[in-house]
């Protein structure tokens, strides 16, 4: 049983958390300070270092959490008769998930070199690309179309799709760039016989 110190210091956390990400994904990392944080959170500057040690811990479990949510985010349809489902919730709801403007934004911090976030870009890429490719394994793909070089075309459409529209949603319609990725794929799919 979580005592009431325990339960102030997990809540103190998760609101520093969400502001960090907020921010983060606003201003970036590097133009972030505590005390952007601690205003935005109502959490006092000196708590920040005493729950995350840094800033850099900061980002990291912003990140953890966010791909730990991504992680969550995503489930596989039922068995039978594949769908287009899995392809509209993986790639699709890469728009919808809070943390994608995040993951766009601290980009460029991950591949600096030596960047503290370059292993979790990896495994927030592994695991799209590994939802995808679970999807993609369901469908009667044509033969020579080989699925983990397809997995890692449509998450990079995806995320391309995603970061164009962040920068000029007025002249970007990700819905129907979506839509045209999802008919390109359907266009690969031999038709079904009845």
Same mark, same amino acid.
Request: charged share 25%.
């Given at each position: 049983?979580?005592? +009431? +110190?325990?339960?102030?210091?997990?809540?103190?956390?998760?609101?520093?958390?969400?502001? %960090?990400?907020?921010?983060? /994904?606003?201003? #970036?990392?590097?133009?972030? =300070?505590?005390?952007?944080?601690? @205003?935005? &959170?109502? $959490? &006092?500057?000196? &708590?920040?270092?005493?729950?995350?040690?840094?800033?850099?811990? *900061?980002?990291? !479990?912003?990140?953890?959490?966010?791909?730990? +949510?991504? +992680?969550?985010?995503?489930?596989?349809?039922?068995?039978?008769?594949?769908?287009? #489902?899995?392809?509209?919730?993986?790639?699709? %709801?890469?728009?919808?998930?809070?943390? =994608?403007?995040?993951?766009?934004?601290?980009?460029?911090?991950?591949?600096?070199?030596?960047?503290? $976030?370059?292993?979790?870009?990896?495994?927030?890429?592994?695991?799209?690309?590994?939802?995808?490719?679970?999807?993609?394994?369901?469908?009667?793909?044509?033969? #020579?179309?080989?699925?983990?070089?397809? @997995?890692?075309?449509?998450?990079? %459409?995806?995320?391309? $799709?995603?970061?164009?529209?962040?920068? !000029?949603?007025?002249?970007?319609? /990700? #819905?129907? @760039?979506?839509?045209? *990725?999802?008919?390109?794929? @359907?266009?690969?799919?031999?038709?079904?016989?009845?």
């Amino acid at each position: 049983m979580t005592t +009431r +110190r325990e339960q102030t210091s997990n809540e103190s956390r998760e609101l520093i958390l969400n502001a %960090a990400a907020e921010l983060f /994904a606003e201003k #970036g990392y590097r133009q972030t =300070t505590f005390h952007d944080v601690a @205003a935005r &959170s109502g $959490i &006092s500057r000196g &708590s920040i270092p005493w729950h995350f040690g840094g800033k850099e811990g *900061l980002l990291l !479990a912003v990140l953890e959490r966010s791909v730990a +949510r991504v +992680r969550d985010g995503l489930t596989d349809a039922p068995e039978g008769e594949p769908d287009f #489902g899995p392809f509209d919730q993986g790639v699709g %709801a890469m728009f919808a998930l809070p943390t =994608t403007k995040l993951f766009v934004t601290l980009l460029v911090e991950a591949l600096e070199p030596g960047s503290p $976030i370059r292993d979790r870009y990896v495994e927030i890429h592994d695991t799209l690309r590994d939802h995808c490719r679970r999807w993609l394994e369901r469908l009667p793909l044509p033969p #020579g179309l080989p699925v983990e070089p397809l @997995a890692v075309a449509l998450i990079g %459409a995806g995320i391309g $799709i995603h970061q164009q529209w962040l920068v !000029a949603p007025e002249r970007v319609d /990700a #819905g129907a @760039a979506l839509a045209v *990725l999802r008919a390109l794929v @359907a266009g690969a799919l031999p038709p079904a016989h009845d």
